[in-house]
């Protein structure tokens, strides 16, 4: 059976052709770099579409991404010689929708080789590409392995960090699609807030909502009454304990949720980040929710002022490895080498932030990577490297923080499977200046 112009499967946009392509595209373009897929959202073919065809052509990017590994374990049993990247491109789409989605079989085979007729680069191919995609799916049907989730290289760092029952824990998170997590205003309102939401409350608070769609149009966005925020990234904030009236700053401070957190308990909060477009929209975030903050575009490490507060949050540029629930291009797109190059940079900024912090206070960082040398490997070596700190034990459960992922040496170490249902894996080390 075929499908003709006006048909198409039940459950996906009439115009399921445009939204195909445009979700080559996204993939593509993650699978070529990091922040790739950021940047193709924003421009055609996915910006043109309608709003139900870019979700539909974002569900089936993302789990092209998610399941890249065992997608591509498939194709080179059937391929002898790999064809040229475009037709790749179609061979893993017809894949992920044929065995990872609702696609009826007819439908994913018979639309990839229409798309296949649209270019003369993969026009050739097409016989190539209905006999690959039917031979798929042919083969008994078979449990994907966790490890075939993450590349080769990546998986042997976990497994030497976390042992092989960890680094098999976290692939198995890989596959899924995380729910919305948002942080509450005031955290004495979930309860309030969790009925019109449908949504879990989580320690914290934060709220979990699985339903879908614009976050726009839930209820209390507009009355700016909670924020998008995963909840292992609402933890560090609540670790320095602010007070009101207390001086805050957080550095590296885009997209935001942090600062919103701190602004939200009071703290006279400066907000940095060398980003000015990712600052406009915490000026928006900030707005909406009735908070205030200064706002400051600079860089964190060299940025002139004289001013030192009670309590500052540094938040990282990392590898950014353990938000691979919402960023599966991540797990792709990271090379061996980044992440030698961020340690440079985290050591750099870790100086600069404790600068920042008068006699007394607090320092808290954090980076959402799974890798050591970003996280505890940094927190040592601050500590060598500067005496007037001393480090300020993570209690376990603290700040809404799994009990698991508390450590031994004191520092707050997140797996995105220390909570039922997944959360972002995170590190975070607290300190004080004596």
């Not at 966790?146 to 960090?161: D, H, K, V, Y």
């Amino acid at each position: 059976m075929t499908l003709t112009s006006d048909e198409t499967p039940a459950g996906e946009p009439a115009n399921g052709l445009a939204a195909r392509e445009a979700a080559i595209a996204l993939a593509e373009a993650a699978l070529d770099h990091r922040g790739g897929l950021e940047e193709a959202l924003e421009r055609p073919p996915f910006s043109t579409l309608e709003p139900r065809d870019r979700a539909f052509a974002r569900m089936l990017a993302m789990t092209l991404l998610r399941r890249l590994g065992p997608i591509d374990a498939r194709l080179q049993a059937k391929v002898a010689k790999e064809p040229p990247l475009a037709v790749v491109m179609l061979l893993r789409l017809g894949v992920a929708q044929a065995l990872y989605l609702d696609t009826p079989a007819f439908a994913a085979v018979d639309t990839t080789v229409r798309l296949a007729e649209m270019t003369k680069t993969t026009r050739p191919f097409k016989g190539l590409i209905n006999g690959v995609l039917r031979g798929i799916l042919r083969d008994p049907p078979r449990e994907d392995d966790p490890e075939s989730f993450i590349p080769g290289w990546l998986f042997a760092r976990w497994r030497a960090a976390y042992g092989e029952a960890g680094a098999r824990a976290i692939a198995a998170v890989v596959p899924f699609e995380p729910a919305t997590d948002l942080t509450p205003r005031d955290p004495a309102s979930a309860d309030e807030l969790a009925g019109p939401l449908e949504a879990e409350i989580l320690p914290g608070p934060s709220l979990r909502v699985r339903q879908h769609g614009d976050v726009a149009g839930w209820s209390g966005y507009h009355e700016g009454r909670w924020w998008v925020q995963d909840a292992a990234a609402a933890i560090p904030a609540r670790l320095l304990q602010v007070q009101a009236g207390e001086t805050a700053l957080d550095l590296c401070a885009a997209p935001g949720g942090k600062t919103l957190e701190l602004a939200a308990a009071g703290a006279r909060v400066v907000a940095l980040d060398r980003s000015s477009p990712r600052l406009g929209r915490l000026k928006q975030a900030l707005q909406r929710t009735d908070l205030s903050a200064d706002i400051v575009t600079a860089d964190a490490a060299t940025w002139r002022d004289p001013r030192r507060f009670a309590a500052v949050l540094l938040d990282a540029p990392c590898s950014a490895t353990g938000t691979f629930r919402r960023h599966p291009d991540v797990l792709w797109g990271s090379k061996p080498g980044d992440i030698a190059s961020l340690a440079t940079v985290q050591a750099r900024l870790l100086d600069a932030a404790a600068d920042r912090v008068e006699a007394g206070g607090r320092l808290v960082y954090c980076v959402c990577s799974l890798e050591p040398e970003e996280g505890e490997a940094q927190a040592a070596a601050l500590l060598r490297r500067r005496p007037d700190l001393e480090l300020w034990p993570i209690e376990p459960g603290e700040g809404g923080s799994p009990q698991a992922s508390a450590t031994s040496a004191g520092y707050l170490r997140i797996l995105p499977h220390h909570l039922e249902g997944g959360l972002d894996g995170f590190f975070a080390a607290r300190f004080r200046k004596l």
